[in-house]
């Protein structure tokens, strides 16, 4: 079953009525918006890609940060959503098909989650989500500004100096791809330096 970005902007605004703390919907409004507007750029589902940016972190829902891509998965696919919705879910924190490329120190195994992305081929729309995630906190910013927050919140760790490469190779592959930097695409940035 498909999912539009007006349906998920919708499903985080009845979720917003049943958690404690929402920031992480405003995250993925965020997320959603600037994806939609990388996609337009490229040429993309600007739909499709709102829509993911918007599902990406859902899995908050269920037990707050702890585990939630896997809990996003399977929330998304008891919903009875198509495959490609619920992988957004395992693939967004999770930089270069490793379970090691994250933010915040190296995560429990969770055997299914390190083998799905350590297999699965990312497509576009997923690597957008994975650079739109390390540019939003409520507002867009350069992924400089988000990866001090990130430590900040979540410490540095044996594995940060590695995301933050890689972070920054996401950034150089998406501004090569744009023709020009990712940034020029949000104005707002310059606003939040």
């Not at 918007?54 to 198509?82: F, T």
């Not at 799905?116 to 995630?133: G, S, V």
Request: overall charge negative; proline content about 2%.
């Amino acid at each position: 079953m498909k999912l539009t970005s007006n349906e998920a902007l919708n499903m985080l605004e009845e979720i917003r009525k049943e958690v404690e703390n929402d920031h992480w919907i405003d995250h993925s409004i965020c997320v959603g918006n600037s994806a939609g507007k990388i996609a337009e750029s490229l040429k993309l589902d600007v739909d499709f890609a709102k829509t993911l940016g918007y599902i990406h972190d859902i899995g908050k829902k269920i037990n707050g940060p702890k585990n939630h891509s896997v809990n996003g998965y399977y929330y998304i696919k008891e919903l009875g959503y198509d495959e490609e919705y619920a992988n957004i879910c395992l693939t967004h924190s999770f930089l270069n098909n490793d379970v090691n490329c994250v933010a915040g120190g190296i995560p429990e195994d969770i055997p299914f989650r390190t083998k799905f992305i350590k297999e699965h081929e990312y497509t576009i729309y997923e690597k957008i989500i994975n650079l739109c995630d390390l540019m939003c906190t409520d507002k867009v910013m350069t992924v400089d500004k988000r990866l001090i927050d990130l430590i900040i919140r979540k410490g540095a760790h044996e594995n940060t100096q590695y995301h933050v490469k890689e972070t920054y190779k996401l950034k150089e592959f998406f501004d090569s791809k744009l023709g020009f930097n990712v940034y020029d695409l949000f104005p707002e940035i310059k606003e939040n330096l």
